[in-house]
């Protein structure tokens, strides 16, 4: 069965720092990789994912991801906050098995002050 | 396009009262999710549909709760009798067939059972 472990329950830092939102995940086949974030009182918007292809991932707002079979990781991360980041981020796996869904972490809370 | 619509937002009942969430998808998107998150907890999966039909429901506590999807497009989920635990924020994705497409969410139904 798969998993996600998200190392950082929270994770604050100064605006303007880079920051690092660590991901693992646990699973026996090949895998799709997502970060998603989540501000106050909203739903989930997608903010990357890995597919196929390059190990380094870009997505929306700065952020960048990189897929690392042999680790079996999918850490998130951004040369510079800013405050407008603060929110909750989660990582999620989608398996190549038949009949499986979006797996979610727990999330890593990431606040950012001035 | 037009995002995936929830109705309520906001739900206040008392234990052992029964309630219903509704969700509209994307149009066009075969597959849809319901997931429950839990305050301070990743979204955990409670049912996925495909088309009209149940894909994985085994996160499901069948006793309490029902889900269904009519025509393969707009979607019910009922709780009855609703426990306190089950406060929490129902979330509705949906997304085109296969794994590797994103899943996009409605911003959800927070449930506080008193």
């Known amino acids: 069965a798969q998993s996600v472990t998200q190392l950082d329950s929270q994770v604050p830092v100064f605006e303007e720092a880079p920051v690092e939102l660590r991901c693992n995940y646990s699973?026996?086949?090949?895998?799709?990789l997502f970060w998603y974030v989540q501000y106050p009182n909203q739903g989930l918007q997608l903010l990357l994912k890995?597919?196929?292809?390059?190990?380094l991932v870009k997505g929306i707002n700065g952020f960048e991801a990189e897929f690392n079979k042999s680790q079996t990781s999918f850490h998130l991360r951004k040369p510079s906050v800013h405050i407008s980041d603060t929110a909750e981020y989660f990582c999620a796996v989608f398996s190549n098995q038949a009949g499986t869904a979006l797996i979610f972490g727990k999330g890593t809370t990431l606040s950012v002050s001035s | 396009e037009a995002g995936v619509a929830q109705s309520p937002r906001y739900k206040i009942i008392e234990k052992r009262q029964s309630v219903a969430f509704w969700c509209n998808p994307i149009s066009g998107h075969a597959t849809l999710y319901w997931y429950q998150q839990i305050l301070g907890q990743g979204p955990k999966l409670l049912i996925q549909f495909q088309n009209n039909g149940v894909v994985d429901d085994s996160q499901l506590p069948k006793d309490r709760f029902s889900a269904e999807r009519l025509k393969g497009v707009d979607s019910t989920l009922k709780i009855q009798p609703a426990k306190l635990e089950d406060s929490a924020v129902y979330l509705c994705?949906?997304?085109?067939?296969?794994?590797?497409?994103?899943?996009?969410f409605g911003q959800g139904t927070r449930l506080t059972v008193v």
């Open positions: 994705a949906s997304s085109l067939l296969g794994r590797n497409t994103e899943a996009f």
């Open positions: 699973s026996s086949v090949s895998v799709y």
């Open positions: 890995y597919l196929s292809g390059s190990t």
